[in-house]
């Protein structure tokens, strides 16, 4: 069972996707780690546990919301941060 999820915004319907990346080598999905970047000479940054960004765009109005959550699917987190919307 599917399930559709609204905009916050404009209650237009969600649709999942992704940030593209460019990274050397090909094209990979956008990931958040924590902390401001701190320059390494070896890799560009310093990177520690880095989680994989799921986005949503509205079709209606184009609105992103973007999540990076451990542990939990990413419609979970839509759905529960909009129960009270």
């Not at 599917?2 to 996707?17: A, F, V, Y």
């Not at 949503?56 to 009270?84: I, M, N, P």
Request: glycine share 12%; charged share 25%.
């Amino acid at each position: 069972m599917e399930t559709t999820l609204n905009c916050p915004k404009c209650k237009g319907q969600m649709e999942q996707g992704f940030i593209l990346d460019y990274a050397h080598g090909g094209a990979t999905v956008s990931k958040w780690t924590e902390g401001p970047p701190k320059p390494s000479i070896w890799t560009g940054l310093k990177v520690g546990e880095a989680l994989q960004i799921a986005t949503y765009r509205c079709t209606g109005c184009g609105y992103l919301e973007s999540y990076a959550r451990k542990g939990e699917s990413w419609e979970d987190e839509f759905q529960r941060s909009h129960e009270h919307a």
